[in-house]
């Protein structure tokens, strides 16, 4: 199990070098909400590119809260393909 851990944040150690020359801050959390989007995705079984794609297809049809709930990434998707 601890190497399944590992493996998971791995790519979040290696990157750490780059985010440290963020040019702003407002850059620096902008790539930490897409990176934790992405890895809620993974932890849910959800292929990234393709939740993604739908996300940003179908959230400017969003207008009460309960639309942008449905699209959150462990909520089952038929658009989205699963890992």
């Known amino acids: ?3 399944n851990c590992d493996n998971t944040i791995r790519p979040l150690v290696v990157g750490r070098k780059a985010w440290l020359f963020a040019d702003t801050v ?3 959390k902008t790539s ?3 990176y934790s989007l992405i890895e809620t995705c993974r932890a849910n079984g959800v292929e990234p590119y393709a939740y993604l794609k739908h996300l940003f297809t179908v959230l400017p049809l ?5 639309d942008y709930e449905a699209l959150l990434p462990w909520r089952p998707h038929s658009e989205t393909q699963r890992i």
């Not at 969003?62 to 309960?66: E, V």
């Open 26 to 28: 407002r850059g620096a």
């Open 32 to 34: 930490m909400n897409l």
């Open 62 to 66: 969003a207008q009460m809260a309960d």
């Open 1 to 3: 199990m601890s190497n």
